[in-house]
C-alpha cells in the first residue's frame, strides 16, 4: 500500500501529473481529470493496461504458488469446485477439490498446485 496520495498514484497510471484528492482530482494546471479525455492516446491506455495486467498475474502466480502444501478451509460451492476467504464468487479464481466432497460444507484441504488464479486441493 502506498502512502502517496491516489491521485498521484493515477497520474502515474494514465502519464499525467495530478493533484489533489483522489474524489477531486485535478491535473497540475488546474483541470480536472473528468473532463480530461483523450490525454492519452487509446493505444497507449492499452498497453499500460496490458501492462499492468502481466505484473498482477506475476504477483497473482506468486501468491498461489505460496500457498502449495499449506491446508485451508474452503467451502464447496459445487462438485469439484470450492473457494476460500480468498477468492471471491464470480471474480476470482476458484479451488478445485475432488468431485466427492459434499457441496455446502466447509472442508480443511490441502494445496497441491496452482494454475493461474485457480488453487487444486485434496482433501485432508
Do not use: M, W, Y
Not at 488546474?30 to 473532463?35: A, C, F, M, N, T
Not at 504477483?59 to 498461489?64: E, Q, S, V
Not at 480468498?86 to 479464481?93: K, L, S, V
Amino acid at each position: 500500500r502506498s502512502d502517496r496520495p491516489a491521485s498521484d498514484r493515477l497520474g502515474d497510471q494514465i502519464g499525467a501529473e495530478c493533484t489533489g484528492h483522489a474524489d477531486r482530482a485535478e491535473l497540475a494546471d488546474g483541470e480536472r481529470i473528468g473532463k480530461f479525455d483523450g490525454a492519452v492516446p487509446e493505444a497507449l491506455v492499452r498497453e499500460r493496461l496490458s501492462e499492468l495486467s502481466e505484473l498482477q498475474d506475476a504477483i497473482t502466480a506468486r501468491k498461489r504458488d505460496e500457498l502449495i502444501g499449506n491446508t485451508i478451509e474452503v467451502l464447496v460451492d459445487a462438485p469439484g469446485v470450492g473457494r476460500s476467504h480468498r477468492e471471491a464468487p464470480e471474480i476470482d479464481g476458484i479451488v478445485e477439490l475432488p468431485d466427492s466432497l459434499t457441496v455446502g460444507e466447509f472442508r480443511t484441504v490441502r494445496v497441491t498446485g496452482a494454475l493461474g488464479p485457480d488453487l487444486i486441493a485434496e482433501a485432508v
